[in-house]
């Protein structure tokens, strides 16, 4: 299984920004997928997670200005950033979790990604 974000870059306050999700491999399942942001000498904070039915939830801080969406047949999903802050800047990570095929086996994984910065400035 791997996983792949794409889409971060630079971007000035109060503009936009669209990071992409990708799994990959013998999935069967996507359960839970997160994103997670860290910025420079600060800890791995969690920003939303979308369950596999479609359920969001969001940090505080980014509530009415990101969105999530999830396409299972692509297994993609989507971070829509919209009205960036300064305070958005860091490297931002996905984490999926699901079940994937190994020979006539369903096993459950847990995979990050390797992050896509984002870099809001004025």
């Known amino acids: 299984v791997h996983i792949v974000e794409s889409g971060g870059g630079l971007v000035h306050p109060g503009g936009s920004l669209r990071l992409s999700c990708v799994a990959s491999?013998?999935?069967?399942?996507?359960?839970?997928v997160a994103w997670y942001r860290q910025a420079p000498g600060k800890q791995r904070d969690l920003v939303a997670t979308?369950?596999?039915?479609?359920?969001?939830t969001y940090a505080d801080d980014v509530k009415g200005r990101f969105t999530l969406s999830r396409n299972n047949v692509e297994k993609t999903v989507s971070l829509q950033m919209d009205n960036v802050l300064p305070d958005d800047t860091a490297v931002y990570l996905c984490?999926?979790?699901?079940?994937?095929?190994?020979?006539?086996?369903?096993?459950?994984?847990?995979?990050w990604g390797q992050g896509t910065q984002v870099t809001v400035f004025s």
């Open positions: 491999g013998e999935i069967r399942t996507l359960n839970t």
């Open positions: 984490h999926v979790a699901g079940t994937y095929n190994w020979h006539r086996l369903e096993l459950p994984f847990e995979e």
């Open positions: 979308v369950a596999a039915d479609g359920t969001s």
